[in-house]
């Protein structure tokens, strides 16, 4: 079993950064592919970031590209999302997200990941 837990969302107005964190408990974080999904309101959750066993960064978003960045701290367990330059078309519920134990690969598809946090808020607004 994996337990994730999302913090550090919060209300920000424009141009202004966060930094989102994603705690994992049940398990070494570097057994599993981590990404980053958001979901705006009224629309369907996509894939933002993803960072796979072997360390490899893939971004499946291309509007927050140079203003997002995923990280971990394998000796914390625990994963992050760096955001900078926050618009207002940034806000949503933002959830992280573990593959299965044997596939270490990211992948743009939330199906593929098994195990989830409840998500955290992210408001960008003047």
């Known amino acids: 079993q994996l337990q994730l837990v999302e913090s550090g969302g919060g209300l920000v107005q424009p141009g202004g950064s966060l930094r989102l964190s994603c705690a994992a408990s049940g398990s070494s974080m570097d057994d599993y592919a981590r990404g980053w999904f958001r979901q705006a309101p009224g629309k369907e959750r996509e894939a933002v970031l993803c960072?796979?066993?072997?360390?490899?960064?893939?971004n499946y978003a291309d509007s927050v590209k140079g203003r997002f960045t995923i990280s971990r701290d394998n000796a914390k367990n625990t994963v992050y999302l760096q955001m900078n330059s926050l618009k207002p078309e940034d806000t949503g519920v933002y959830y992280c997200a573990a593959r299965r134990r044997v596939s270490g690969a990211c992948s743009r598809n939330a199906s593929d990941f098994i195990y989830w946090g409840r998500g955290t808020q992210v408001t960008v607004a003047s």
């Open positions: 960072i796979s066993r072997s360390g490899l960064s893939t």
